[in-house]
């Protein structure tokens, strides 16, 4: 399996912010999405932001507030959340989708364990 790890979830108060980082291991080749969901309870599990092919995506709940960013090199993906409301309180998970062209492509998705988003004065 594909180990994910994440970082950077914590407390913030409304207004304030955090950065969330997720690492896939260098090893892992063909990555073509790293985004980040969010789970809050009692709800389902939602596509926060993304990276895809050098494009972006943010959920509407999050645009001008959430920048997301990659490195290919690294194989890593942040997550810059400003501005936090309570609402953004969830547990945040990385996503990473590998795609493998070969006779027939192949895709892949592998998850990080959660990290929890607490936004709370």
């Known amino acids: 399996q594909v180990e994910l790890a994440e970082s950077g979830g914590g407390l913030a108060p409304p207004g304030g912010s955090l950065r969330l980082s997720c690492a896939a291991p260098?090893?892992?080749?063909?990555?073509?999405?790293m985004g980040w969901y969010r789970q809050a309870p009692g709800k389902q599990r939602e596509q926060v932001a993304a990276?895809?092919?050098?494009?972006?995506d943010y959920a509407d709940s999050v645009k001008g507030r959430f920048t997301i960013s990659r490195d290919y090199t690294e194989n890593t993906v942040d997550l810059q959340m400003n501005s936090l409301k309570p609402e953004d309180t969830a547990v945040y998970y990385c996503?990473?989708?590998?795609?493998?062209?070969?006779?027939?492509?192949?895709?892949?998705?592998?998850w990080g364990q959660g990290t929890q988003v607490t936004v709370s004065s």
């Open positions: 996503h990473v989708r590998v795609v493998v062209h070969g006779e027939l492509m192949q895709s892949f998705d592998y």
């Open positions: 260098k090893s892992v080749r063909s990555i073509y999405t």
């Open positions: 990276v895809t092919a050098g494009n972006t």
